[in-house]
């Protein structure tokens, strides 16, 4: 589904943006810096490093914010899924998480771990407990992670 002999493809929540990368992505890591934390909302930023040339977006267009001088980030202006981290002319890093297949891309090393919230270290050793929210059965409005034909 998310990756196949044509490469690794991925998109936002809602399925409005979509995107396809072909060859092998570079470097991927987690960055723990303040700045990926509020565009990711999470404790860090998991990206991935890939060609401009081999990545197409297959459906819709990213919408981007310009968070410093030298950083464009990419979001779906729909749903607010972050997708890029725009910082060269022929490189592009993208989420993750935003892959339909979000274990083929492995983060090898971290970035900024000074910003790491303390609470982290101890993560491993928190209860775990079931989910508190709506009883019964959701009907999820979420994009599955494969690529779909236009709406």
Known sequence: MGQDRN?????????AVRFRVEGEP???SICWCRMCQK???GPFGALVTVNVDQLTW???QRSTFQSSDKIQRGFCAA???PLTYEWSDDRIDLAVFAFDDPSAVEPAVQLEPDSRPAWMDHLAEMPVRPALGP???????????FDTPPT
């Open 58 to 60: 297959t459906r819709g």
């Open 79 to 81: 749903c607010g899924t």
């Open 7 to 15: 490469g690794l493809s991925g998109g936002c929540q809602c399925g």
């Open 39 to 41: 565009a990711f909302a």
């Open 135 to 145: 009883s019964g059965a959701v009907v999820s409005r979420q994009h599955p992670d």
């Open 26 to 28: 570079q470097r991927a």
